[in-house]
Structure formats: C-alpha cells, structure tokens
C-alpha cells in the first residue's frame, strides 16, 4: 500500500520561507518522479515541481528562483524549499509520485499573508 505523508505547511508572512516534506511508502522510492502540486481555491491543481529518480527537477516558471525540490532516496522523503513566499502561493500542496499510477498525498496547507 502506497502512503505518501505530508508535513511543513502552514502560515507564514510574504517573504517567508517554507519547507515541506513528504515521506514515501510502499514504492520503490529510488525509481520513481516525485512532484510537489498545489491547489489553490477555486483552481486547477497545478504542477510546482518535480525530481526524477536519475536526478533531473523540472520547475514551474513561478516556481523557478524561488522554490528548490530535493530528494533522499536513503529516507525515501521528498522536499520542497519555499523561499520569497508570496499571497499568490497560498494554496494546498500536494505530494505525488508518479509509478504505474500516481499516487497522491493527503496535501498540506500553505498560507501566505501579505
């Protein structure tokens, strides 16, 4: 069984920095993308970030220069590193993996205040 936990979010002020982690279960966590989405109210979910099993991110362009996903392959754990919050990021964040199917995470509410 598949479980993806999620855990960082919460209310900071715009500027702030974040940092949400995700830790992963029942997968082999080594051969799969990992990828942060955010859903904000009234919003498509959207992607924010991804990482490769081979090491390659792929970033949203409001994401870029600001946001950093990494990855412990020994922890099975999957970060995203939220600098120069904005209002504009506030939204639920959600962990996925993307194996024979994706698998998402219960999500994490990340509030930004101007």
């Known amino acids: 069984q598949v479980q993806l936990v999620e855990s960082g979010g919460g209310s900071v002020q715009s500027g702030g920095s974040l940092r949400l982690s995700c830790a992963a279960s029942?997968?082999?966590?080594?051969?799969?993308?990992m990828g942060w989405y955010r859903q904000a109210p009234g919003k498509q979910r959207e992607l924010v970030a991804t990482?490769?099993?081979?090491?390659?991110?792929n970033y949203a362009d409001s994401a870029k220069g600001r946001f950093t996903i990494s990855r412990d392959n020994v922890k099975n754990t999957v970060y995203l590193q939220m600098n120069s919050l904005k209002p504009e990021d506030t939204a639920v964040y959600y962990c996925?993996?993307?194996?024979?199917?994706?698998?998402w995470g219960q999500g994490t509410q990340v509030t930004v205040s101007s």
């Open positions: 996925n993996a993307k194996g024979r199917t994706d698998y």
């Open positions: 990482a490769g099993w081979d090491g390659f991110t």
């Open positions: 029942g997968i082999i966590f080594s051969r799969v993308t």
